[in-house]
């Protein structure tokens, strides 16, 4: 039945085809998810963007802990009439779909905050055609598609219940959930590193989890720094004020994430410690420099 799909998939192949594909699976990468959440914290609610990216962020954590669990192959790489396209993006394993799982809890969430039926119909719909687009491409068994879509549903609900119970309770407790998720994320990190070095010899793919770890760890832990010491408003400024910072905090994000990629080895620590400051930039960094030179406002607190 698998095969079967790949195959009608392959048959009606063509470069228009391709690149509509191409071009939808892209709202299920890191780039457009990065230009999202980023405005939605920075420039409309700082809770909200904080929900958003959380879920999202660590739904791609266990999505990576399932595909080095499972450690399934992808189609192009098991069937030899299947030549997958945009295969740069697809550099783990195969099950469940990352692209799908992230997409899905991203959309889900974003539905839960807007609450409108027009963008819930839309997000299911567009959450449909990435999934389509990964087997479509051959880099993703349908099986893969149907996983990220469950996992994907149950992050944004689970993240999405946790951050509304715990938001508004200014007592340590969210921090101290959070906290203890990270921490286990990042021993994970470490743990998972000596393995596939010492008993594997670097044969696991591992790369888009130390990814993940990082950015998870420079957000969360930035989150809670900007909270403690900067405490901006995302709302009091005008719009051209937002898409001023927005475009200037997205420049250095771009600079950060190519810029220590040319300067740093290629290698997993390398890979953390960058996508790591990101995290850090996005939550904690921006908002400190943004105040300082007045791009930001601090929020008045009522006593």
């Given at each position: ?49 904080f ?13 990576n ?23 740069e ?19 889900i ?27 479509f ?14 996992f ?39 743990g ?34 900007e ?36 300067v740093?080895?290629?290698?997993h ?7 790591g400051?990101v ?11 943004g105040?300082?030179?007045r ?9």
């Open positions: 039945m698998q095969e079967q799909m790949l195959s009608f998939f392959n048959k009606i192949s063509n470069p228009f085809l391709d690149k509509a594909a191409e071009m939808v699976t892209m709202l299920g990468e890191q780039y457009f998810f990065i230009l999202v959440i980023s405005f939605l914290f920075w420039n409309i609610s700082k809770r909200e963007g929900k958003l990216a959380a879920a999202f962020i660590y739904s791609s954590v266990l999505n802990i399932l595909k080095i669990s499972f450690h399934t192959l992808r189609p192009f790489e098991m069937l030899d009439y299947i030549s997958g396209k945009r295969v993006t697809a550099t783990g394993y195969s099950f469940p779909s990352g692209h799908t799982q992230g997409a899905t809890t991203f959309f969430t974003l539905a839960q905050i807007l609450r409108r039926k027009w963008f819930t119909i839309a997000a299911i719909i567009v959450i449909f055609l990435i999934g389509l687009t990964r087997i491409l051959g880099v993703h068994w349908p099986v893969d598609v149907v996983g990220g879509i469950i994907g549903v149950i992050m944004a609900f689970v993240f999405c219940t946790i951050i509304d119970n715990y938001y508004d309770d200014r007592s340590v407790l969210l921090r101290r959930i959070f906290f203890r998720i990270q921490s286990v994320i990042v021993l994970l990190a470490f998972l590193y000596i393995f596939d070095l010492v008993y594997l010899k670097g044969s696991m793919k591992i790369d888009d989890f130390f990814k993940i770890a990082g950015i998870s760890t420079g957000a969360i832990y930035g989150f809670f720094a909270e403690w010491w900067v405490d901006f408003s995302a709302e009091d400024a005008s719009w051209f004020l937002k898409i001023t910072r927005w475009l200037i905090g997205l420049v250095v994000t771009a600079a950060i994430m190519v810029g220590l990629k040319i740093l080895p290629q290698h620590l390398a890979d953390f410690l960058r996508y400051l995290g850090l930039w996005i939550t904690f960094l921006w908002p400190a420099v105040v300082k030179i791009l930001f406002t601090k929020r008045s607190r009522v006593d």
